[in-house]
């Protein structure tokens, strides 16, 4: 129906001395699928809170389309919430579960059941319907407490946080997918409240990263996997996490220690020479023959062996470097090896914030 | 079949029983032996220590009969009853009208806390003074400034009055505090759920929690039932009994007979048809209430 627009939106739960939401503005555009990822206390619930009313932000506006309902209260903002454990009325079967919002929105008896009905049949709970709700499965419960949201035909966006933690591993799955379909039949815009990063990638369009209330990068999936912003993503996605390791900038070469990795590129221009922090994703390291650039040459310390691919731990000065290579990789521990980086995957943090790319130093060949 | 097995490959030992030995002897001591004493008495008619006769169940026999005995249980009964439709329902509005968080929470715990924590006796005291029509703030404010005749020394219904305020003052706050405990346990999640589906405050009672008081009301209305029919001190100390035998509830009447006259074979038949009756009302109470939750 109308994006969901925040405006310098920002939390404190104790008069300011911190915040659980950092001031943000940001647009959710609707029938879009979001994931909001981040660790356990980033601000994930106090956002999804504040988007359905349940909080109010200490200050900041938001807008659903052209309608303003920063002081709109929970019931007036048509949205649905559903909760890390299946939240029903006990006593209610699953009929009237489902009926409670309409019936306390006074719609017509007719219109209630048509659309409790409908929402039993999209959810596949048609033969639960006279059944008590508290007897149902963990998993059929939140799907319920889902159908309760989806039941208000208008509703602006459906909030999902962690729906899926108190569900087994194997019905996960299932879930997962259900929730996929029932966003392409009915269009509504998700938001998807995880901290699990392939649970966040497998199911969005785009994702949203959080830390310490704020936004450190959003985007579609593959975005954050290959063009990390921000140092946190690069750890929080990915597994293992991005190699990251201090450098020097001197005269427009990257150094870790005394070696030449690359030449700097910086992302608006030039770069004054400085520290840096070298980030490449464990996929990006290849093993060289020859020393390479951008890379680097490192003993390694260990092979683990994963079945379809090797993890290389090497380390040189201290720092330590993980290559992600097909199974089967021919160095041993104490060797030393040649480590080679994909050039445009080889990036340069600046104050946790990427600020550019390591290229081949002149003269000498990039891999 | 596998207990079969395991039974036959396990060393036999039954020493572990001896660890329940504490337990028999300490029950022993303060139940059994005791009830037994009771029970002994209760069939014999005793005139004096080295003079006593078996009567078989002549003693139950009469008590069961017994007019003033008859009379005292309805009473009593009437009394639990009225005990639990005002303390209950009072409780749980107490219970939900306290806050849920804040700096308030310790305040208001304490206040309601209050009155359990004053002995029997004491609130018996407090209760005899403050409904006096002469020096009672409580008796003197029902007959000079609402202009109504209130004497509970002389008049049964306000006698009956007074012991039942009494008890509704002294014991509501027990039920608010466990309908409390159970409200807290309530997640935040019920309440946020309750406000996207425009639930009104009563729906939220209904159906969010009444549902979950279920637990704790069972057990605050077997507390209520077992401890107002078995109510002796507070009437004790306010009326005595009286006016007439309006307050004369069974605990009163079992204690005029066994220390008063010091009849022992008939009140340890009282005493034991007694125990019975609160036994077997709140085991039946119980199974019922729990059974039916599922």
Redesign the interface.
């Known amino acids: 129906m109308a994006d969901i627009r925040l405006e310098g939106v920002a939390h404190s739960y104790d008069d300011g001395k911190t915040w659980a939401v950092q001031p943000m503005t940001m647009t959710w555009e609707h029938a879009k699928a979001y994931a909001l990822l981040g660790p356990s206390g980033c601000g994930k619930t106090t956002l999804l809170?504040i988007i359905?009313g349940?909080l109010k932000p200490t200050t900041g506006r938001i807008w659903f389309g052209d309608r303003e309902v920063t002081g709109i209260?929970?019931?007036g903002r048509n949205?649905?919430?559903v909760?890390?454990?299946p939240?029903l009325?006990?006593?209610?079967s699953v009929y009237d579960n489902l009926a409670?919002?309409l019936r306390?929105?006074k719609f017509p008896r007719a219109d209630t059941d048509a659309r409790v009905r409908a929402v039993a049949e999209l959810l596949g709970l048609t033969d639960q319907l006279h059944r008590p709700s508290r007897r149902l499965d963990a998993g059929r419960q939140q799907i319920v407490?889902l159908g309760?949201?989806l039941v208000r035909s208008d509703v602006a966006a459906v909030l999902l946080d962690e729906p899926l933690t108190v569900i087994d591993t194997g019905l996960k799955w299932t879930m997962r997918s259900k929730l996929k379909e029932i966003h392409r039949d009915t269009g509504h815009t998700l938001i998807y409240v995880t901290h699990d990063q392939t649970e966040a990638l497998t199911f969005a369009d785009r994702v949203v990263v959080l830390n310490a209330g704020a936004v450190v990068q959003s985007g579609e999936p593959t975005d954050l996997f290959l063009a990390p912003e921000h140092e946190f993503v690069g750890h929080f996605i990915g597994s293992p996490g991005m190699n990251m390791l201090a450098a020097e900038l001197v005269d427009g070469v990257v150094r870790v220690g005394a070696a030449a990795v690359g030449r700097a590129l910086g992302t608006g221009g030039g770069l004054p020479p400085g520290p840096v922090r070298i980030g490449v994703r464990p996929e990006f390291v290849r093993l060289a023959a020859a020393p390479t650039s951008p890379g680097l040459t490192a003993r390694v310390a260990e092979v683990e062996r994963m079945g379809a691919y090797d993890l290389v731990h090497a380390g040189t000065d201290g720092h330590h470097l993980v290559a992600k290579v097909a199974g089967g990789a021919r160095c041993a521990p104490g060797t030393v090896q040649h480590f080679g980086f994909v050039a445009e995957r080889a990036f340069l943090f600046r104050d946790a914030v990427r600020c550019g790319r390591i290229a081949a130093l002149e003269g000498r060949d990039g891999s | 079949m596998s207990a079969s097995t395991t039974s036959d490959t396990k060393p036999r030992n039954n020493r572990a029983w001896f660890l329940v030995l504490p337990v028999v002897v300490s029950v022993a001591f303060t139940a059994v032996i005791p009830l037994m004493t009771v029970v002994n008495y209760s069939v014999q008619d005793i005139f004096s220590p080295s003079d006593r006769l078996f009567v078989g169940l002549e003693w139950y026999r009469q008590i069961s009969r017994d007019g003033e005995v008859r009379s005292a249980f309805v009473r009593t009964l009437l009394f639990s009853l009225q005990v639990l439709l005002l303390e209950i329902p009072l409780g749980v509005a107490v219970a939900v009208m306290m806050p849920r968080r804040g700096r308030a929470v310790p305040v208001a715990l304490v206040v309601v806390a209050l009155p359990l924590l004053i002995p029997w006796n004491v609130v018996g005291t407090i209760w005899q003074i403050f409904a006096r029509g002469d020096i009672g703030l409580g008796g003197w404010a029902i007959n000079s400034v609402l202009g109504i005749n209130f004497n509970y020394a002389l008049d049964a219904t306000d006698a009956w009055a007074t012991v039942l305020l009494m008890d509704v003052w002294h014991w509501t706050p027990l039920v608010a505090l466990l309908a409390y405990a159970g409200l807290r346990s309530i997640p935040d999640a019920y309440f946020q759920a309750a406000r996207i589906d425009a639930a009104s405050a009563w729906s939220v009672f209904r159906y969010i929690q009444l549902p979950r008081l279920r637990g704790v009301l069972t057990i605050a209305i077997l507390l209520r039932f077992m401890d107002s029919f078995m109510i002796y001190t507070e009437p004790f100390v306010v009326t005595g009994g009286g006016p007439g035998n309006a307050t004369s509830f069974l605990s009163i009447l079992l204690s005029k007979v066994a220390v008063g006259q010091f009849d022992l074979g008939p009140a340890g038949a009282f005493s034991l048809m007694f125990f019975l009756f609160v036994q077997v009302v709140s085991y039946v109470f119980f199974t019922v209430l729990t059974r039916t939750g599922r």
């Open positions: 809170n359905s349940l209260s929970t019931a949205i649905a919430q909760f890390q454990f939240v009325y006990e006593g209610m409670f919002p306390n929105r407490s309760r949201g």
